[in-house]
Protein backbone atom coordinates (compact mmCIF):
# COMPACT_ATOMS: atom_id res chain seq x y z
CA UNK A 1 0.00 0.00 0.00
CA UNK A 2 1.32 3.46 -0.49
CA UNK A 3 1.68 6.39 1.58
CA UNK A 4 -2.10 7.93 2.65
CA UNK A 5 -2.54 10.81 1.33
CA UNK A 6 -3.92 13.44 3.03
CA UNK A 7 -5.89 17.05 1.92
CA UNK A 8 -5.19 19.74 4.53
CA UNK A 9 -6.98 22.52 4.77
CA UNK A 10 -6.97 25.70 5.66
CA UNK A 11 -3.75 25.43 6.63
CA UNK A 12 -1.94 28.04 8.41
CA UNK A 13 2.15 28.77 9.06
CA UNK A 14 1.95 27.83 12.08
CA UNK A 15 0.15 24.32 11.32
CA UNK A 16 2.61 23.45 8.45
CA UNK A 17 5.57 23.82 10.49
CA UNK A 18 4.34 21.41 13.24
CA UNK A 19 3.15 18.84 10.89
CA UNK A 20 6.15 18.68 9.02
CA UNK A 21 7.85 18.67 12.17
CA UNK A 22 5.43 15.35 12.98
CA UNK A 23 5.82 13.89 9.49
CA UNK A 24 9.87 14.34 9.35
CA UNK A 25 10.22 10.79 7.67
CA UNK A 26 7.46 11.45 4.87
CA UNK A 27 5.18 8.83 6.16
CA UNK A 28 2.12 10.92 4.82
CA UNK A 29 1.52 12.23 1.73
CA UNK A 30 0.33 15.48 3.11
CA UNK A 31 -1.40 18.21 0.38
CA UNK A 32 -1.71 21.90 2.37
CA UNK A 33 -4.22 23.69 0.87
CA UNK A 34 -4.86 27.04 2.45
CA UNK A 35 -8.84 27.32 1.80
CA UNK A 36 -11.14 26.31 3.47
CA UNK A 37 -13.38 22.82 3.35
CA UNK A 38 -16.97 24.00 1.89
CA UNK A 39 -18.77 22.43 -0.84
CA UNK A 40 -17.31 24.37 -3.69
CA UNK A 41 -13.56 23.13 -2.95
CA UNK A 42 -14.01 19.69 -1.37
CA UNK A 43 -13.40 18.21 -4.44
CA UNK A 44 -9.41 19.47 -3.85
CA UNK A 45 -9.66 16.32 -1.63
CA UNK A 46 -9.93 14.26 -5.06
CA UNK A 47 -7.45 10.94 -5.09
CA UNK A 48 -7.00 11.01 -1.44
CA UNK A 49 -7.46 9.03 1.68
CA UNK A 50 -8.33 11.96 4.31
CA UNK A 51 -9.18 15.58 4.79
CA UNK A 52 -7.62 17.27 7.65
CA UNK A 53 -9.72 20.03 8.89
CA UNK A 54 -10.14 22.79 11.60
CA UNK A 55 -12.80 24.75 13.39
CA UNK A 56 -14.08 26.49 10.77
CA UNK A 57 -14.18 23.84 7.93
CA UNK A 58 -17.73 23.42 7.46
CA UNK A 59 -17.98 19.81 6.85
CA UNK A 60 -21.72 19.63 6.44
CA UNK A 61 -24.15 17.35 4.66
CA UNK A 62 -23.14 18.33 1.48
CA UNK A 63 -19.59 17.97 1.74
CA UNK A 64 -20.23 14.70 3.63
CA UNK A 65 -21.98 12.99 0.79
CA UNK A 66 -18.99 14.16 -1.54
CA UNK A 67 -16.21 13.23 0.46
CA UNK A 68 -17.28 9.76 0.42
CA UNK A 69 -18.54 10.12 -3.15
CA UNK A 70 -14.35 10.12 -3.91
CA UNK A 71 -13.61 7.74 -1.80
CA UNK A 72 -12.63 9.92 1.26
CA UNK A 73 -12.61 7.64 4.30
CA UNK A 74 -11.45 9.69 6.89
CA UNK A 75 -12.31 13.30 8.59
CA UNK A 76 -9.11 14.20 10.84
CA UNK A 77 -10.09 17.11 12.55
CA UNK A 78 -6.86 18.46 14.37
CA UNK A 79 -8.91 20.10 17.18
CA UNK A 80 -10.90 18.86 20.15
CA UNK A 81 -14.49 20.65 19.20
CA UNK A 82 -16.77 19.19 16.53
CA UNK A 83 -19.37 21.30 15.96
CA UNK A 84 -18.82 21.76 12.47
CA UNK A 85 -19.14 18.16 11.24
CA UNK A 86 -22.35 16.47 11.06
CA UNK A 87 -21.67 13.89 13.18
CA UNK A 88 -25.04 12.25 12.14
CA UNK A 89 -24.63 12.53 8.88
CA UNK A 90 -21.04 11.18 8.91
CA UNK A 91 -22.29 8.05 10.51
CA UNK A 92 -21.68 4.64 8.23
CA UNK A 93 -20.46 7.10 5.38
CA UNK A 94 -16.83 8.45 7.00
CA UNK A 95 -16.01 8.56 9.88
CA UNK A 96 -14.54 11.43 11.73
CA UNK A 97 -11.77 11.49 14.57
CA UNK A 98 -10.59 14.21 16.75
CA UNK A 99 -7.72 15.36 18.92
CA UNK A 100 -9.97 15.33 22.21
CA UNK A 101 -6.92 16.78 24.43
CA UNK A 102 -3.56 18.27 23.18
CA UNK A 103 -3.22 21.17 26.05
CA UNK A 104 -5.57 21.97 28.22
CA UNK A 105 -3.45 24.14 30.04
CA UNK A 106 -3.14 26.33 26.60
CA UNK A 107 -6.73 26.90 26.77
CA UNK A 108 -7.46 27.35 30.68
CA UNK A 109 -4.31 29.48 30.61
CA UNK A 110 -5.95 31.67 28.17
CA UNK A 111 -9.16 31.93 29.60
CA UNK A 112 -7.31 33.71 32.80
CA UNK A 113 -5.19 35.97 30.68
CA UNK A 114 -8.04 37.60 29.20
CA UNK A 115 -9.24 37.39 32.39
CA UNK A 116 -6.73 39.56 34.11
CA UNK A 117 -5.90 41.93 31.52
CA UNK A 118 -9.75 42.82 31.52
CA UNK A 119 -10.58 43.08 34.84
CA UNK A 120 -6.85 44.74 35.16
CA UNK A 121 -7.23 47.14 32.36
CA UNK A 122 -3.58 45.90 31.34
CA UNK A 123 -5.09 46.52 27.47
CA UNK A 124 -5.47 50.14 28.13
CA UNK A 125 -2.66 50.66 30.09
CA UNK A 126 -0.50 49.05 27.93
CA UNK A 127 -1.66 51.37 24.70
CA UNK A 128 -0.76 54.45 27.24
CA UNK A 129 2.65 53.80 28.47
CA UNK A 130 3.37 53.28 24.88
CA UNK A 131 2.60 56.65 24.24
CA UNK A 132 4.23 57.60 27.23
CA UNK A 133 1.14 58.63 29.04
CA UNK A 134 1.61 57.15 33.00
CA UNK A 135 -2.08 58.51 34.07
CA UNK A 136 -3.90 56.21 36.21
CA UNK A 137 -7.21 56.93 35.87
CA UNK A 138 -9.51 55.01 34.46
CA UNK A 139 -7.38 52.14 35.00
CA UNK A 140 -9.19 50.79 38.71
CA UNK A 141 -9.27 47.42 38.60
CA UNK A 142 -10.64 44.39 41.12
CA UNK A 143 -9.10 41.71 43.23
CA UNK A 144 -10.11 38.05 42.30
CA UNK A 145 -9.54 36.85 45.85
CA UNK A 146 -12.87 36.57 47.31
CA UNK A 147 -14.63 36.06 44.00
CA UNK A 148 -17.16 33.74 43.25
CA UNK A 149 -16.48 32.36 39.17
CA UNK A 150 -19.13 30.07 37.93
CA UNK A 151 -17.24 27.84 35.21
CA UNK A 152 -19.62 25.83 32.99
CA UNK A 153 -18.31 22.51 31.54
CA UNK A 154 -16.03 21.08 33.56
CA UNK A 155 -14.18 18.63 31.43
CA UNK A 156 -9.85 18.95 31.00
CA UNK A 157 -10.30 22.17 30.28
CA UNK A 158 -12.53 23.60 32.90
CA UNK A 159 -10.73 21.97 35.69
CA UNK A 160 -7.61 23.49 35.17
CA UNK A 161 -9.13 26.74 34.86
CA UNK A 162 -11.04 25.47 38.26
CA UNK A 163 -7.34 24.60 39.50
CA UNK A 164 -6.18 28.12 38.51
CA UNK A 165 -9.15 29.57 40.15
CA UNK A 166 -9.24 28.21 43.49
CA UNK A 167 -5.29 29.27 43.66
CA UNK A 168 -6.48 33.26 43.06
CA UNK A 169 -8.41 32.46 46.32
CA UNK A 170 -11.95 32.47 44.55
CA UNK A 171 -14.83 30.54 45.34
CA UNK A 172 -15.65 28.15 42.85
CA UNK A 173 -19.00 27.02 41.52
CA UNK A 174 -19.75 25.18 38.13
CA UNK A 175 -22.78 23.53 35.82
CA UNK A 176 -21.77 20.45 33.90
CA UNK A 177 -24.72 18.53 32.24
CA UNK A 178 -22.70 15.08 33.62
CA UNK A 179 -21.29 16.36 36.81
CA UNK A 180 -18.14 14.67 37.72
CA UNK A 181 -18.49 12.79 40.99
CA UNK A 182 -16.78 12.98 43.51
CA UNK A 183 -14.56 15.32 42.22
CA UNK A 184 -15.44 17.90 45.22
CA UNK A 185 -16.73 20.75 42.48
CA UNK A 186 -19.35 22.33 44.09
CA UNK A 187 -22.20 22.10 41.49
CA UNK A 188 -25.44 24.33 41.10
CA UNK A 189 -27.98 24.56 38.68
CA UNK A 190 -27.55 27.36 36.03
CA UNK A 191 -30.08 29.54 37.46
CA UNK A 192 -28.30 29.70 40.29
CA UNK A 193 -24.68 30.20 38.55
CA UNK A 194 -25.98 32.83 36.78
CA UNK A 195 -27.35 34.29 39.75
CA UNK A 196 -24.25 33.85 41.97
CA UNK A 197 -21.62 33.93 39.83
CA UNK A 198 -19.04 37.45 39.79
CA UNK A 199 -17.11 36.04 36.81
CA UNK A 200 -18.74 33.04 34.41
CA UNK A 201 -16.28 31.06 31.94
CA UNK A 202 -17.51 28.75 29.41
CA UNK A 203 -15.41 25.51 29.31
CA UNK A 204 -18.17 22.91 27.45
CA UNK A 205 -19.20 22.14 23.59
CA UNK A 206 -21.62 23.53 21.57
CA UNK A 207 -24.65 21.39 21.10
CA UNK A 208 -28.18 22.09 19.44
CA UNK A 209 -29.26 22.30 23.28
CA UNK A 210 -26.79 24.80 24.45
CA UNK A 211 -26.45 27.28 21.53
CA UNK A 212 -27.18 30.84 23.04
CA UNK A 213 -27.57 29.49 26.40
CA UNK A 214 -26.47 33.12 27.01
CA UNK A 215 -29.25 35.10 25.97
CA UNK A 216 -31.37 37.88 27.51
CA UNK A 217 -33.41 35.82 29.57
CA UNK A 218 -30.13 34.61 30.97
CA UNK A 219 -28.01 37.85 31.04
CA UNK A 220 -31.16 39.13 33.15
CA UNK A 221 -30.22 36.89 35.72
CA UNK A 222 -26.72 37.64 35.98
CA UNK A 223 -25.16 39.76 38.63
CA UNK A 224 -24.86 43.72 37.53
CA UNK A 225 -21.36 43.76 36.28
CA UNK A 226 -20.50 40.15 35.97
CA UNK A 227 -17.40 39.42 33.33
CA UNK A 228 -18.29 36.75 30.95
CA UNK A 229 -15.35 34.74 29.24
CA UNK A 230 -15.95 32.46 26.21
CA UNK A 231 -12.63 30.13 25.13
CA UNK A 232 -15.14 27.37 23.78
CA UNK A 233 -17.59 28.30 21.32
CA UNK A 234 -19.07 31.75 19.95
CA UNK A 235 -22.47 30.83 19.61
CA UNK A 236 -23.14 29.43 23.21
CA UNK A 237 -23.37 33.24 23.27
CA UNK A 238 -26.14 35.36 21.63
CA UNK A 239 -24.23 38.21 20.35
CA UNK A 240 -26.64 40.41 19.68
CA UNK A 241 -28.03 40.21 23.90
CA UNK A 242 -24.62 40.55 24.81
CA UNK A 243 -24.09 43.50 23.05
CA UNK A 244 -27.60 44.87 24.68
CA UNK A 245 -26.52 43.25 28.15
CA UNK A 246 -22.88 45.46 27.83
CA UNK A 247 -24.53 49.06 26.94
CA UNK A 248 -27.14 48.47 29.43
CA UNK A 249 -24.18 48.15 32.54
CA UNK A 250 -25.69 44.88 33.33
CA UNK A 251 -22.50 42.51 32.18
CA UNK A 252 -19.46 44.83 33.25
CA UNK A 253 -16.64 42.96 30.83
CA UNK A 254 -16.66 40.08 27.90
CA UNK A 255 -13.19 38.46 26.89
CA UNK A 256 -14.16 36.61 23.66
CA UNK A 257 -11.61 34.24 21.97
CA UNK A 258 -14.64 32.58 20.01
CA UNK A 259 -17.55 34.20 18.11
CA UNK A 260 -20.38 32.78 16.62
CA UNK A 261 -20.23 34.20 13.42
CA UNK A 262 -16.22 33.95 13.36
CA UNK A 263 -15.86 31.71 10.20
CA UNK A 264 -15.64 34.65 7.95
CA UNK A 265 -13.11 36.50 9.88
CA UNK A 266 -11.29 35.26 12.21
CA UNK A 267 -7.20 33.75 10.85
CA UNK A 268 -7.52 36.31 8.45
CA UNK A 269 -5.78 40.06 7.76
CA UNK A 270 -8.95 42.52 7.74
CA UNK A 271 -6.62 45.46 9.00
CA UNK A 272 -6.83 46.97 5.70
CA UNK A 273 -10.72 46.27 4.89
CA UNK A 274 -14.02 47.31 6.36
CA UNK A 275 -15.69 44.66 8.31
CA UNK A 276 -18.95 43.89 8.13
CA UNK A 277 -19.98 42.51 10.61
CA UNK A 278 -21.76 45.28 12.67
CA UNK A 279 -22.11 43.49 16.18
CA UNK A 280 -18.00 42.08 16.00
CA UNK A 281 -17.08 45.93 15.08
CA UNK A 282 -19.38 47.13 17.92
CA UNK A 283 -18.49 44.38 20.39
CA UNK A 284 -14.55 45.08 19.44
CA UNK A 285 -15.61 48.86 19.93
CA UNK A 286 -16.07 48.85 23.77
CA UNK A 287 -13.45 49.32 26.11
CA UNK A 288 -14.97 46.26 28.38
CA UNK A 289 -14.72 43.81 25.58
CA UNK A 290 -11.62 42.14 24.50
CA UNK A 291 -11.27 39.78 21.92
CA UNK A 292 -8.71 37.14 20.41
CA UNK A 293 -9.21 35.18 17.30
CA UNK A 294 -9.63 31.89 18.56
CA UNK A 295 -5.98 31.72 19.59
CA UNK A 296 -6.19 30.10 23.11
CA UNK A 297 -4.97 26.55 21.70
CA UNK A 298 -1.89 28.65 20.13
CA UNK A 299 1.08 27.81 21.99
CA UNK A 300 3.96 25.80 21.09
CA UNK A 301 3.27 22.64 23.09
CA UNK A 302 -0.55 22.35 21.68
CA UNK A 303 0.67 22.25 18.28
CA UNK A 304 3.14 19.60 18.34
CA UNK A 305 0.53 17.66 20.38
CA UNK A 306 -2.10 18.40 17.71
CA UNK A 307 0.09 17.76 14.99
CA UNK A 308 1.12 14.64 16.50
CA UNK A 309 -2.37 13.05 17.76
CA UNK A 310 -3.64 13.74 14.16
CA UNK A 311 -1.23 11.95 12.32
CA UNK A 312 -1.37 8.91 15.05
CA UNK A 313 -5.20 9.19 14.77
CA UNK A 314 -4.81 8.75 10.83
CA UNK A 315 -1.96 6.03 10.82
CA UNK A 316 -4.59 4.25 13.48
CA UNK A 317 -6.98 4.30 11.50
CA UNK A 318 -5.60 3.00 7.93
CA UNK A 319 -3.64 0.24 9.41
CA UNK A 320 -5.80 -0.92 12.57
CA UNK A 321 -9.07 -2.29 13.34
CA UNK A 322 -9.20 0.65 16.53
CA UNK A 323 -10.30 4.16 16.14
CA UNK A 324 -9.12 5.88 19.73
CA UNK A 325 -10.14 8.70 19.02
CA UNK A 326 -13.22 8.08 16.76
CA UNK A 327 -16.78 10.42 17.36
CA UNK A 328 -19.63 9.74 16.29
CA UNK A 329 -23.15 10.53 16.82
CA UNK A 330 -23.81 7.93 19.38
CA UNK A 331 -21.11 8.68 21.50
CA UNK A 332 -20.77 11.99 21.40
CA UNK A 333 -23.94 11.75 23.09
CA UNK A 334 -23.06 8.99 25.87
CA UNK A 335 -25.60 7.31 24.08
CA UNK A 336 -24.78 3.69 23.09
CA UNK A 337 -22.13 3.36 20.69
CA UNK A 338 -21.14 -0.34 20.82
CA UNK A 339 -17.81 0.07 19.80
CA UNK A 340 -16.64 2.52 23.08
CA UNK A 341 -13.22 3.26 21.11
CA UNK A 342 -12.60 -0.37 20.92
CA UNK A 343 -13.37 -0.35 17.53
CA UNK A 344 -14.41 1.84 14.97
CA UNK A 345 -17.88 3.15 15.70
CA UNK A 346 -19.35 1.36 12.39
P1 LIG B 1 -14.17 18.00 27.60
O1 LIG B 1 -14.93 17.08 26.72
O2 LIG B 1 -13.02 17.47 28.38
O3 LIG B 1 -15.18 18.71 28.61
C1 LIG B 1 -16.41 19.26 28.23
C2 LIG B 1 -17.32 19.24 29.44
O4 LIG B 1 -18.53 19.88 29.08
C3 LIG B 1 -17.68 17.83 29.92
O5 LIG B 1 -17.50 17.74 31.32
C4 LIG B 1 -19.14 17.69 29.53
O6 LIG B 1 -19.86 16.85 30.44
C5 LIG B 1 -19.61 19.12 29.61
N1 LIG B 1 -20.84 19.37 28.86
C6 LIG B 1 -21.30 18.75 27.75
N2 LIG B 1 -22.46 19.31 27.36
C7 LIG B 1 -22.72 20.31 28.23
C8 LIG B 1 -23.77 21.24 28.37
N3 LIG B 1 -24.80 21.28 27.51
N4 LIG B 1 -23.74 22.11 29.41
C9 LIG B 1 -22.70 22.09 30.29
N5 LIG B 1 -21.67 21.22 30.21
C10 LIG B 1 -21.69 20.35 29.20
O7 LIG B 1 -13.71 19.20 26.64
P2 LIG B 1 -12.50 20.21 26.87
O8 LIG B 1 -11.25 19.63 26.28
O9 LIG B 1 -12.48 20.66 28.28
O10 LIG B 1 -12.94 21.40 25.90
C11 LIG B 1 -14.08 22.19 26.17
C12 LIG B 1 -14.40 23.04 24.97
O11 LIG B 1 -13.36 24.00 24.76
C13 LIG B 1 -14.44 22.28 23.63
O12 LIG B 1 -15.72 21.70 23.41
C14 LIG B 1 -14.16 23.36 22.62
O13 LIG B 1 -15.38 23.92 22.18
C15 LIG B 1 -13.39 24.41 23.41
N6 LIG B 1 -12.00 24.57 22.93
C16 LIG B 1 -11.61 25.80 22.53
C17 LIG B 1 -10.31 26.01 22.10
C18 LIG B 1 -9.82 27.38 21.69
O14 LIG B 1 -8.74 27.49 21.10
N7 LIG B 1 -10.54 28.44 21.98
C19 LIG B 1 -9.42 24.94 22.08
C20 LIG B 1 -9.85 23.68 22.52
C21 LIG B 1 -11.16 23.51 22.95
Same mark, same amino acid.
Given at each position: MGKTKIAFFDVKEYDRKSFEDANKIDEFDIVYLETRLTQDTC? $? !????DAVCVFVNDDVNVSVIDKLAEMGVKLVAL???? &?? %???IEHAYGKIHVVRV?? &???YAVAEHAIALLLTSIRRIHKAYIRTKD? %??? $???LTGFDLHGKTVGVVGTGKIGRIFIDICRGFGMRVIAYDKFPAQGSGIDYVTLDELWERSDIISFHCPLTDEN? +???NSESISKMKKGVVIINT??? !? $???SEALVDGIKARKIGAACL?? &????????? +?? &?? %?HIVNDDTLARLISMPNVIVT????? $?TSEALANIADTTLSNIREFFER????NEICYKCANLSNCKQEHTKKCF
Open positions: K $L !AEGCRCAG &YN %NVDPA &YSPF %NFS $LNGR +HMVSRG !A $LIDDV &YEEESDVFF +HD &YS %NSHQAF $LDTCS
